[in-house]
């Protein structure tokens, strides 16, 4: 049996307006074969961050060779360029804005091509609506089996945004907030793996600078090992630190945002 191709859609545009069904109307105009899942399409309006971070999520457990697109593009109708990241595992599709390389990233990228082959756009490009008339037909036309470079010139500077990489200092980490998931737990861009290479381990306390707030919190392997409505740290299912309260919102109770800048320590500090 021959596999359909695979390919996912990620955005801010919300379920109201017709933006979403637009896309997978043009996808299955070009290839009727497609097979079209929604990751997302309840991204906050402009996040880049928290898109970022729900299609690296995701991305992970879909079959090798699926094409992800995602639209979560303020720029639009700028000089930001539309591209195609290849990497070992998946194709990605969307603006160059930093939205597509946490995901790519994880997955090793092999090459970033820009869209500029008007043969696979719509013939009408309007100034607002690329997810649409470039991103969609890109997608689709992939799924064809048109290989990425012909879509336009490989390009070796994408964007990479500060919340793509947390920096590992002598002693200490810096990251910031990258997603605040339903339940209210504060998810930093500070992988397990980047704790790790910082000598940071679980069981231990952490000393965390969380914007202008100060604390001395656990790393915890589970939510109860402090009491309710106690804040802690912990390794969540993402794989990446997360600033919890057992039972509780975290981001209501530690008035938190995406965003927001996070430093760690386990060594013993004076605040």
């Known amino acids: 049996m021959v596999q359909k191709p695979l390919i996912t859609l990620l955005s801010d545009f919300g379920f109201k307006d017709p933006y979403v069904a637009e896309m997978k109307a043009v ?17 906050e309006k402009f996040n880049i961050r928290m898109g970022a971070f729900v299609l690296a999520q995701a991305a992970t457990y879909f079959p090798e060779g699926t094409i992800h697109v995602a639209v979560v593009d303020p720029g639009v109708g700028t000089t930001r360029r539309p591209i ?7 194709i990605y599709v969307g603006p160059d804005n930093g939205l597509l390389i946490l995901a790519a990233q994880n997955e090793g990228i092999k090459h970033v091509y820009e869209i500029s082959n008007r043969k696979y756009m719509l013939k009408r490009i309007s100034r607002t609506f690329h997810g649409r008339d470039i991103f969609s037909p890109a997608a689709a ?3 064809m089996g048109i290989e990425p470079s012909k879509f336009g010139q490989e390009i070796w500077d994408p964007v990479k945004p500060s ?7 002598e002693g200490e980490v810096r990251g910031e907030v990258i997603h605040i998931d339903g339940f209210g737990n504060i998810i930093t861009n500070i992988s397990e793996k980047t704790l790790k290479a910082a000598g940071i381990s679980e069981g231990r306390n952490l000393h965390v600078q969380l914007g202008d707030k100060r604390m001395v919190l656990k790393l915890c392997s589970s939510y109860d090992e402090v009491q309710r409505m106690t804040p802690l740290s912990i390794i969540g299912g993402t794989g990446f630190l997360e600033i919890s309260v057992n039972r509780g919102n975290a981001s209501k109770i530690l008035n938190v945002k995406i965003g927001t800048p996070v430093t760690l320590t386990q060594s013993p500090m004076e605040f």
């Open 141 to 143: 036309y992939l799924a």
């Open 84 to 90: 195609i990241i290849e990497t070992e595992r998946s």
């Open 27 to 43: 996808i299955l105009s070009i290839c009727p074969d497609a097979y079209i899942i929604d990751i997302s399409h309840e991204i």
């Open 163 to 169: 919340f793509s990489s947390p920096e590992v200092l």
